[in-house]
């Protein structure tokens, strides 16, 4: 069998293929592009062609600027679907309309990359496997649906676009008030950036017809789908609920009695840390109980990183420096008790629970999160990427898309949100005291032999 490196796909003629000529809002783009302002993020509405724009804008440059160029989407098995798979609807491959076979070196299909004459390198990957570019030094980037991306991927390329003066393109819906949603309204006034949103009402083709109709939203109405996904999808309201989000409405509710406030550390009251352990995925929530509220005062993920380093930068990062207990799932293998051990921490179980959604459900009901500008969080606010991550949480479509399984998908969200549960279980099955202790044991009977 021939390596994969050596594979070469031929597609289509490029003269049976269709040009691609941009819509004006797409020809827009293009010209602020063109004018300087390389640091783009799109929030458009569904169908309003933000792959093809991406795809097309990043074959230009690979032709007048021989380098790597990276098309990131939230996985891995997304981005092999919708792009490396995808076909449009005159039944020609999205990677052969923009990048034609005549002009490819070569096509790695095991990698999802493709390598032109010119010498650049296009590379599909998902935003959770960041890590395997290591190593790359990438002048173009895009990242499609960045709302559901893990944002700790900008992290990693911000810096190298910086230094190479490269750039870079965001394009997603807002699916709620998430990263996406304070990126777009933090940058929408800097000089570097062009920000652009689109809902339906503002796209039209080149012969001045809408992209999407109101008789296609109408049908889609009519066809069963949800209102909450319509104004999500082709009006970008970041108000919609999240379609088969786990927490929600407890979470919208958490928003609407203002209990997203300020609630800093309080050195009186004891720090409960709750985590979620995964192969070179840590994840810690930091809880304080004050009478019946429980408080969110710090979180962090750790990716690519050991436990124990995890351990010892969740101790050196934040302003308390004791921890009265570390909760760790009920399966947790034993050797993540003993590192825990290694560092003095008094480790605990969360509760064996088949379904934790009732329980965390509860415990957000009660939760206040603190989302002050803190000096020990890089994010907007502390706990945003926890914030984000409860809203995003959400079940396993099912039934093409017009019910959810009981699983939940396993993203970076998942991380957090398993963190929480932890703490919800063991809450649940071990509830703590007013002051956030567990009651002393009781020795009454040892008493009474003694007497």
Known sequence: MPSELAVTETGPAGSSAPQWTPRPYQRTALEKFDSGLRRQILIWHRRAGKDNFALNLAAGEMKKQTGTY???????????RAIWNGIDKTGHRFIDLAFP?????????????????TGSMWQLAGSDRYNSLVGSNPLGVVFSEWALCDPRAWDY??????????WVAFITTYRGRNHAYRMFHRLKGSAEWYCDLRTVDDTTLANGKPVISAADIQAERDEGMAEALIQQEYFCNPIAA??????????????ESSR?????YDPALPVVAAWSNQPSQHTVAFFQHRGNEVRVIGSKS???????DAIQNSR???????VARD????DAAQEIHTTFEQFSSVVETAGDFENPFEATRDLIGRLYIDNSVRPFTDEDENNARLVDALNGYRFKEASAGQSFSANPIQSWESHYAHAVENFAKYENDQPLAGDGWHPAPSTEQFDRAIV
């Open 70 to 80: 990276w098309h990131l989407y939230p996985t891995h098995v997304q981005a092999k």
């Open 101 to 117: 076979p005549a002009e490819r070196e070569t096509t790695r299909i095991q990698d999802m990359q493709i390598v032109q004459k």
């Open 157 to 166: 390329v911000r810096p190298i676009i910086r230094e190479n003066g490269g």
């Open 242 to 255: 999240q379609p088969g989000a786990v927490y929600g409405r407890q979470m919208s509710a958490l928003v």
């Open 260 to 264: 997203l406030q300020p609630v800093g």
């Open 302 to 308: 750790f990716q690519f990183a050991s436990l124990a």
């Open 316 to 322: 050196e990062s934040f302003p308390w420096r004791y």
């Open 327 to 330: 909760i760790v799932a009920a």
